[in-house]
Nanobody, 115 residues
Framework: QVQLVESGGGLVQAGGSLRLSCAAS????????IAWYRQVPEKLREFVAV???????NYASSVRGRFTISRDNAKNTVYLQMNSLTPEDTAAYYC?????????WGQGTQVTVSS
């Protein structure tokens, strides 16, 4: 059973930084692609960043240059370093794992950026 647990969210002032973590279990982690998405109430969940097994990364244009996704295969964990945060980054952040044609989600972690 694949499980994803996000952590690291919180309240931060505009211009500040946070690092989110996504810890995975029950998966062949090192061969999987992991992505971060975010969602605000009444809007669709949107893509933020992804890292594949070869550590190739891709970012949404809205976060490119401010956010960095990385992975530690020894810890089965993916990180999202978020810098220069703005109130528009306020959302619930979810990690997503793609493995064997299936997609798995964590429970999310809330990020709130005050102006």
């Amino acid at each position: 059973q694949v499980q994803l647990v996000e952590s690291g969210g919180g309240l931060v002032q505009a211009g500040g930084s946070l690092r989110l973590s996504c810890a995975a279990s029950g998966t062949t982690f090192r061969s999987s692609s992991i992505a971060w998405y975010r969602q605000v109430p009444e809007k669709l969940r949107e893509f933020v960043a992804v890292i594949n097994s070869g550590r190739i990364t891709n970012y949404a244009s809205s976060v490119r240059g401010r956010f960095t996704i990385s992975r530690d295969n020894a810890k089965n964990t993916v990180y999202l370093q978020m810098n220069s945060l703005t109130p528009e980054d306020t959302a619930a952040y979810y990690c997503n794992l793609a493995e064997g044609g299936q997609y798995y989600w964590g429970q999310g972690t809330q990020v709130t950026v005050s102006s």
